[in-house]
């Protein structure tokens, strides 16, 4: 077999393949003698066409086949001679195969570039810790009692709608004298103070009382999102039905059993400032990682396989599809405008990712840092009490997705960037 290598780019490489026809034709020839031991044509039993007539009849399949079974095996033999090993599936171009000659064809592949190194340790970043204070902690308590807020008359039922109140309502609403979309709705719920209504719209229901009617202007801002009233100004007319005030649940140990399960309310105050710090720990660790990726992507400039780059980009689009479906969205209903945004956005975000991971995974290599057994194990187990599962349900799943391998690059990748961290300044 011959064989020529030459570069197109840092990770682009043209393999250019010649078999020799007795190579080839011994394949071919095996083809046909396959195809004539179930071959049934009219006239002839099984396995007794005369090979002459296999030849006439079974030609095109039999190009098929050398193409689609004989060709790889032989790129395989060719880039294992040459030591080169693919990060994607080749293209194939200047195909030449006809019976009796040999086969040539060109395959380009992309590898993964080679760069040396540099500069990693030690690197300069902001390692400041921002420690949790009884102020955030608080806050989160607050938090909890307003989410198990209740909204009750008042004592007194005339009294006047005032901030942080619940207030039930039919609106009207028109421009210039006339109705437009979304103007109109009956017995609508408003929190004063929320911010779920446009500002001067809530600011005109201060003070109102139940069984009050009232009419008020509301200036729509410029860029509203609503184009056909945005800039325009409508004139609201209000019937009050219901004014509800908020009532917050005591914080004792009855709110700390109900809200988490705990015993008492010290407990709860201590699994929040638990998760609190678990989480700034998690920030603060994703924005060192970030500047430690800023400087070491600005210190390796190399050539990315655009396969990898479109393959992480394809992964980005449909994760984010993925999240955006589940805040009730549809990419595919998007504007056209959009949608386009939306996935040209996300490319050079994969170019950076995939470089950042040629990086990284020199390091751990020069490093020798891997990706062991017990760290798979504890990864199962971090992912099954995220989940609330066993991690033998976890384990069978990754077996039946058959992502441990990737998961192994995951893992080994970040002990990577652990080591990274703790080896920079701050």
């Known amino acids: 077999m011959k064989i020529t290598v030459s570069a197109v780019s840092g990770c682009a490489k043209d393999v250019q393949v010649e078999v020799p026809a007795d190579r080839v034709q011994t394949r071919v020839d095996d083809i046909y003698r396959r195809i004539s031991q179930e071959a049934k044509l009219p006239g002839f039993r099984k396995g007794k066409v005369p090979m002459d007539v296999i030849k006439k009849e079974y030609k095109a399949n039999v190009r098929e086949q050398v193409l689609q079974y004989e060709l790889p095996e032989f790129f395989r033999e060719a880039i294992r001679d040459q030591k080169i090993s693919p990060v994607?599936?080749?293209?194939?171009?200047?195909?030449?195969?006809?019976?009796?000659?040999?086969?040539?064809?060109?395959?380009?592949?992309?590898?993964?570039?080679?760069?040396?190194?540099?500069?990693?340790?030690?690197?300069?970043?902001?390692?400041?810790?921002?420690?949790?204070?009884?102020?955030?902690?608080?806050?989160?308590?607050?938090?909890?009692?307003?989410?198990?807020?209740?909204?009750?008359?008042?004592?007194?039922?005339?009294?006047?709608?005032?901030?942080?109140?619940?207030?039930?309502?039919?609106?009207?609403?028109?421009?210039?004298?006339?109705?437009?979309?979304?103007?109109?709705?009956?017995?609508?719920?408003?929190?004063?103070?929320?911010?779920?209504?446009?500002?001067?719209?809530?600011?005109?229901?201060?003070?109102?009382?139940?069984?009050?009617?009232?009419?008020?202007?509301?200036?729509?801002?410029?860029?509203?999102?609503?184009?056909d009233v945005a800039g325009k100004t409508a004139d609201f007319t209000v019937t009050i039905h219901e004014v509800k005030e908020k009532k917050l649940?005591?914080?004792?140990?009855?709110?700390?059993?109900?809200?988490?399960?705990?015993?008492?309310?010290?407990?709860?105050?201590?699994?929040?400032?638990?998760?609190l710090k678990a989480h700034r720990g998690a920030e603060q660790r994703a924005k060192r990682a970030e500047q430690i990726g800023e400087k070491l992507i600005a210190d390796h400039p190399f050539d990315v396989p655009q396969s990898l780059v479109d393959q992480e980009h394809q992964r980005l689009v449909q994760q984010g599809a993925e999240r955006m479906q589940r805040q009730g969205?549809?990419?595919?209903?998007?504007?056209?405008?959009?949608?386009?945004?939306?996935?040209?956005?996300?490319?050079?975000?994969?170019?950076?990712?995939?470089?950042?991971?040629?990086?990284?995974?020199?390091?751990?290599?020069?490093?020798?840092?891997?990706?062991?057994?017990?760290?798979?194990?504890?990864?199962?187990?971090?992912?099954?009490?995220?989940?609330?599962?066993?991690?033998?349900?976890?384990?069978?799943?990754?077996?039946?997705?058959?992502?441990?391998?990737?998961i192994q690059d995951f893992i080994r990748y970040e002990k990577t960037m652990d080591f990274l961290i703790a080896q920079a300044k701050g």
């Open 88 to 227: 994607a599936q080749p293209r194939i171009t200047e195909l030449n195969f006809e019976e009796g000659a040999p086969l040539k064809f060109n395959a380009r592949v992309e590898v993964k570039p080679q760069f040396e190194i540099k500069n990693y340790k030690g690197l300069k970043i902001d390692k400041a810790d921002q420690p949790v204070t009884a102020a955030e902690v608080d806050k989160t308590l607050e938090d909890l009692r307003e989410r198990g807020a209740q909204f009750v008359p008042p004592a007194d039922e005339a009294r006047a709608a005032q901030k942080s109140d619940l207030v039930v309502l039919d609106f009207d609403g028109q421009i210039d004298g006339k109705p437009f979309p979304g103007g109109k709705a009956s017995r609508y719920s408003v929190v004063l103070g929320s911010g779920n209504m446009l500002k001067d719209f809530e600011d005109a229901l201060m003070g109102v009382k139940k069984g009050d009617t009232k009419t008020f202007p509301v200036k729509f801002p410029d860029d509203y999102f609503g184009k």
């Open 249 to 275: 649940p005591a914080m004792d140990d009855e709110f700390a059993r109900e809200v988490s399960g705990l015993a008492t309310v010290a407990e709860l105050r201590a699994k929040i400032e638990e998760d």
């Open 329 to 406: 969205l549809d990419v595919n209903k998007l504007p056209e405008g959009q949608q386009k945004e939306f996935v040209e956005k996300l490319r050079p975000v994969a170019e950076r990712n995939v470089r950042m991971a040629l990086i990284v995974e020199k390091i751990s290599e020069k490093e020798n840092i891997q990706s062991d057994a017990k760290d798979f194990d504890a990864y199962v187990e971090k992912v099954a009490k995220s989940v609330h599962q066993a991690p033998d349900v976890v384990r069978r799943y990754i077996q039946q997705q058959d992502s441990q391998e990737s």
